[in-house]
């Protein structure tokens, strides 16, 4: 069972920045795709951002994109969501969550946004976007 431990939320004022991280314990080959999902209160679960292994293939959500950028240092086996021209509407608890190696994750290639696809998550790290 692959472990997944979130860090680096905390009060962001509008207009700022922030760098999530997310240490994954295992070995890279353990999983297909990393996925960052964020839950306000009172709303679903939202797909943020992935990254495949099968060439690295990333995916945003149209939310986020241009905002946001997932990177990975393989060394760590650590996954960053850098998050930049924050507003209070991105205020939520922040997950990160890996996606089993399958057959049927093989043969699609890309990673997904929903979160039925991944089976191992993080414990969450909570980001305010407040003045």
């Known amino acids: 069972q692959l472990q997944l431990v979130e860090s680096g939320g905390e009060l962001v004022q509008p207009g700022g920045s922030l760098r999530l991280s997310c240490a994954v314990s295992?070995?890279?080959?353990?999983?297909?795709?990393i996925g960052w999902f964020r839950q306000a209160p009172g709303k679903e679960r939202e797909g943020l951002s992935c990254i495949s292994n099968v060439g690295s293939q990333t995916k945003y959500a149209d939310s986020v994109k241009g905002r946001f950028t997932l990177s990975r240092d393989n060394a760590k086996n650590a996954v960053y969501l850098q998050m930049t021209s924050l507003k209070p509407e991105d205020t939520a608890v922040y997950y990160c969550?890996?996606?089993?190696?399958?057959?049927?994750?093989?043969?699609?290639?890309?990673?997904?946004?929903?979160?039925?696809?991944?089976?191992?998550w993080g414990q969450g790290t909570q980001v305010t976007v407040s003045a």
């Open positions: 969550a890996a996606e089993k190696v399958s057959v049927a994750a093989l043969l699609r290639g890309d990673c997904e946004l929903t979160s039925d696809h991944y089976s191992s």
């Open positions: 295992g070995a890279t080959s353990d999983y297909h795709a």
